[in-house]
């Protein structure tokens, strides 16, 4: 893997593969619709007391986390634990959260939302096993690593002394996004599981081993307080926003259909429904079957780029590299850096190819933006700057010519931002019209200052979680300012944030994602990024290409919190009662458990068991009895509103949350 031509991470060091199940949708026909995901968020972490023991992940290591099988909830095989880090069930491993376009976020679960409603998509988690025992690299049934004692923290267990990162890994699925979809159909991963209990993912680790070790030994867990890669050095200097274009997908190695809409599951697959685990024979086909054909995986090697430094001679002869300069930041007519021809072709672009086109033309400037974008012109736009982040290149998306041919790469500019070249050559003669040259452009007009709820500028990737996930405005609008966006959001729901981009972009959210960074003076890019301007008030500054003003709402009235049911009828809340689960359950008696659930769907149903107790746990356990059992080692605690998971019947209530059990009693039936 660390031989492969090219990496789709954003981190060009970072040759792993990081894998989770396709998830699909099942019509009422029985054919299936692939649902949409943009890929994968994947954390490193460093979790627990040990943390600066940490290693790096060592070469050739693979793993994998989940059990493609589970069709139910496992409360009883748990992580290796003791009296100061008890350990946990591994089920626990599994999360999904449900992103609504604006309100309060349901608790996360451990079994798939099977809805549309999701309309930022439901998003998949799965947490790594951080425990290795130092010897083997993988092992099929993946007893050479273990789970730390928290799962996501906690210590490592006897006999598995080295921790590395602990790898945590987010799909979302836009499950929104499929067409025709009705609430009598349902979700279903690859393997043919409808629960989501068996999702599952793997990791084969194909790190360059001097970048990921100088990360792990400098940045995992005391160099970089918020977590986001541009606060490393070593992971800033290799980052990238152009790896999905520098690696774009491949042809398919099985030739079977997978995509789009298909007849039935791939692999000859057969959805299983549990709660017993799903059967081998469920998961392969028959022998009579024919196996579709497999084409051999091609050897590859590196494939090296070739990167000017400004002031230097690059591509066609007498062709100086001028540097990388920002593009369409508004403002003046909205002339681009060059701004008098433009021509698109991806599979032709490179550099020497735009600078013939542009000398063709009359034209002693060329500049390559966006992999595939050529633009011309005898002078630059005088309000352009630069390295305009003064230390990171931001021109790293590769030509989509050179990737086309293969062999040496050359950069082709990239998101917002141009490599512009001149003609050195005394004897050519530029002929080009210069009716559009963006020598026309004039210098911005001052910037208006920013508002005292004015947070900040935000990093905002495209293909990934917006920095505001909520209602948007993504396509733009010719007349946006920052007041209409706050207008826009206040009608769309009444949002904390609301934020603009791109000068005509906006977008809202009650939230600011966790992979957003706040952008400083110091940071790639730098918060000098927000300056283009507003499409609809040229003083006003809309955010910039990538990057997000956002903007405090300060009329904003939170949404009332869920919070503990005090009486459902006869029944009162006796507050908490833990549940080590070690010796059968706090409630031994009714047991029932369901999406919809409440505390009012749980209590009527002990009463109807005549049960004097009635206890949630986990926001979809509900437990009876007429006694707290004594031998279960459950005692009354009060209750933690932080760890109360919130009932999916109704999220203004709490159904406890792991390891213990709102209680509700009734001394009379």
């Known amino acids: 893997m660390v031989n492969s031509s090219c990496t789709s991470c954003e981190l060009r060091s970072d040759k792993s593969a990081y894998w989770t199940p396709l998830l699909y949708y099942q019509y009422p026909n029985g054919s299936f619709f692939e649902v949409p995901h943009g890929g994968s968020v994947v954390y490193y972490l460093a979790r627990g007391p040990n943390v600066t023991s940490i290693i790096p992940f060592p070469p050739g290591f693979k793993i994998l986390s989940g059990d493609k099988s589970a069709r139910s909830y496992d409360n009883e095989t748990l992580t290796w634990g003791n009296a100061a880090y008890p350990g946990r069930p591994i089920a626990d491993r599994v999360s999904f959260a449900c992103l609504p376009a604006s309100g309060p976020e349901p608790a996360n679960q451990p079994y798939m939302f099977n809805v549309t409603s999701c309309v930022d998509g439901m998003r998949a988690q799965i947490a790594f096993q951080a425990c290795w025992n130092g010897v083997d690299l993988y092992k099929s049934d993946n007893s050479h690593v273990a789970y730390l004692s928290g799962i996501d923290n906690g210590i490592c267990p006897p006999g598995y002394q080295h921790q590395l990162p602990m790898i945590f890994v987010e799909t979302n699925y836009a499950v929104s996004q499929v067409p025709n979809a009705t609430d009598d159909s349902k979700f279903v991963f690859s393997q043919g599981d409808p629960t989501g209990f068996g999702f599952h993912g793997d990791f084969i680790n194909g790190w360059d081993m001097a970048v990921q070790t100088e990360a792990v030994n400098t940045c995992l867990f005391n160099g970089a307080p918020d977590g986001v890669v541009q606060e490393c050095p070593v992971l800033n200097a290799d980052d990238t926003n152009g790896y999905a274009q520098n690696c774009p997908e491949q042809p398919p190695q099985i030739d079977e259909p997978v995509r789009g809409l298909i007849e039935r599951l791939p692999g000859c697959i057969n959805i299983t429904y549990g709660p017993q685990a799903a059967p081998a024979a469920s998961m392969a086909c028959a022998a009579t079957v024919a196996k579709p054909y ?175 996930p909520g209602a948007s405005v993504p396509d733009g609008w010719n007349n946006m300012t920052i007041e209409i966006c706050a207008a826009f959001c206040a009608s769309a729901g009444g949002y904390q944030y609301y934020g603009l981009e791109y000068a005509s972009q906006c977008y809202c959210g009650n939230e600011i994602v966790p992979n957003s960074m706040l952008l400083t003076p110091t940071t790639s890019p730098t918060n000098d990024t927000c300056q283009m301007r507003c499409k609809g008030s040229e003083p006003e500054v809309c955010g910039g290409p990538g990057v997000m003003s956002v903007y405090n709402n300060t009329a904003y009235i939170p949404p009332i919190p869920p919070a503990v049911v005090t009486h459902v009828g006869k029944y009162g809340t006796k507050a908490c009662v833990t549940d080590p689960n070690s010796n059968g359950r706090p409630l031994q008696g009714g047991y029932t458990t369901g999406t919809n659930m409440t505390v009012e769907v749980c209590v009527k149903y002990c009463l109807g068991q005549y049960y004097h107790y009635a206890g949630i746990e986990y926001g979809v356990e509900c437990y009876c009895g007429n006694e707290i059992v004594a031998s279960s080692g459950g005692v009354y605690a009060s209750c933690n509103a932080t760890d109360e998971m919130t009932c999916p019947g109704n999220n203004f209530e709490f159904c406890g949350g792991r390891g213990f059990m709102n209680v509700y009693y009734s001394p009379d039936l």
């Open 294 to 468: 497999i084409t051999p995986t091609p050897d590859s090697t590196p494939l090296p780029t070739a990167s000017p430094t400004p002031g230097a001679m690059f591509g066609l002869p007498l062709q100086q590299y001028m540097g990388c300069y920002n593009d369409t930041l508004g403002g003046s007519g909205y002339y681009r850096t060059l701004n008098s021809v433009e021509y698109v072709n991806y599979t032709n672009m490179s550099v020497e190819f735009c600078q013939a086109y542009c000398m063709s033309l009359g034209y002693t400037l060329s500049g390559v933006e966006y992999a595939q974008e050529c633009h011309c012109d005898n002078e630059i736009n005088p309000t352009a700057v630069a390295a305009l982040n003064g230390t990171v290149n931001q021109c790293t998306w590769s030509c989509g010519g050179t990737l086309t041919a293969g062999g040496t790469q050359e950069f082709c500019g990239g998101l917002g931002f141009i490599d512009v070249y001149r003609n050195t050559n005394s004897s050519f003669v530029a002929f080009g019209d210069n009716t559009n040259t963006a020598g026309n452009a004039q210098p911005y007009t001052p910037a208006g200052g920013f508002g005292s709820n004015y947070l900040g500028c935000y990093s905002d990737t495209p293909g990934q979680l917006r920095t505001l």
